[in-house]
T-cell receptor, first 114, second 110 residues
Framework: DTAVSQTPKYLVTQMGNDKSIKCEQN?????MYWYKQDSKKFLKIMFS???????INETVPNRFSPKSPDKAHLNLHINSLELGDSAVYFC?????????????FGAGSRLTVL | QKEVEQNSGPLSVPEGAIASLNCTYS??????FFWYRQYSGKSPELIMF????GDKEDGRFTAQLNKASQYVSLLIRDSQPSDSATYLC??????????FGSGTRLSIRP
């Protein structure tokens, strides 16, 4: 299936731990994103990579570190987890040259920090 | 001022009626405009996008864009219970960032 897939779907962990979320797309897109959706459903952009190059880095604590080994993969590592990091993290991809820049989202990774 | 603003709702519309969802944005250099639908516990999925002033129709959905007023709307005709969801307005800003509003919850009552 052509899609954006992210793992794991659920993460439950203690404060202070480190965790990673992985994302892969097989749509041939050149740009990948991480968005955070909080409990009020507000979807906020965190990072964007175009062909492995970081192009958007919003005001995000440096405990969050994205890594793009190639244009089909974008991972998110979070150090020293805090209660406020609890949210759903969505990976998305798009083809920047397509004009409209339509996002295709993964299913989301729900992170709960206890 | 938020970059993309929507009424949070809930907006309750009877089945078969027209649902009207509105969105305003602050960046005059924004280039393209999107409506996504998100069911509870699911990821956002694209309904349609628009980048020229005027109307764009796709089945029961019509997007309307007025760049002078910095206003985007989505009309859903013949509303069905399956249209009950959160509708997210998104804007491709002049900085090439896709920025979302906080969403409007729509409820279609049978």
């Amino acid at each position: 299936d052509t899609a954006v897939s992210q793992t794991p779907k659920y993460l439950v962990t203690q404060m202070g731990n480190d965790k990673s979320i992985k994302c892969e797309q097989n749509l041939g897109h050149d740009t990948m994103y991480w968005y955070k959706q909080d409990s009020k459903k507000f979807l906020k952009i965190m990072f964007s990579y175009n062909n492995k190059e970081l192009i958007i880095n919003e005001t995000v604590p440096n405990r969050f570190s994205p890594k793009s080994p190639d244009k089909a993969h974008l991972n998110l590592h979070i150090n020293s987890l805090e209660l406020g990091d609890s949210a759903v993290y969505f990976c998305a991809s798009s083809h920047q040259g397509s004009g409209a820049n339509v996002l295709t989202f993964g299913a989301g990774s729900r992170l709960t920090v206890l | 001022q938020k970059e993309v603003e929507q009424n949070s709702g809930p907006l309750s519309v009877p089945e078969g009626a027209i649902a009207s969802l509105n969105c305003t944005y602050s960046d005059r250099g924004s280039q393209s405009f999107f409506w996504y639908r998100q069911y509870s516990g699911k990821s956002p999925e694209l309904i349609m996008f628009i980048y020229s002033n005027g109307d764009k129709e796709d089945g029961r959905f019509t997007a309307q864009l007025n760049k002078a007023s910095q206003y985007v709307s989505l009309l859903i005709r013949d509303s069905q219970p399956s249209d009950s969801a959160t509708y997210l307005c998104a804007v491709n800003s002049s900085a090439s960032k896709i920025i979302f509003g906080s969403g409007t919850r729509l409820s279609i009552r049978p």
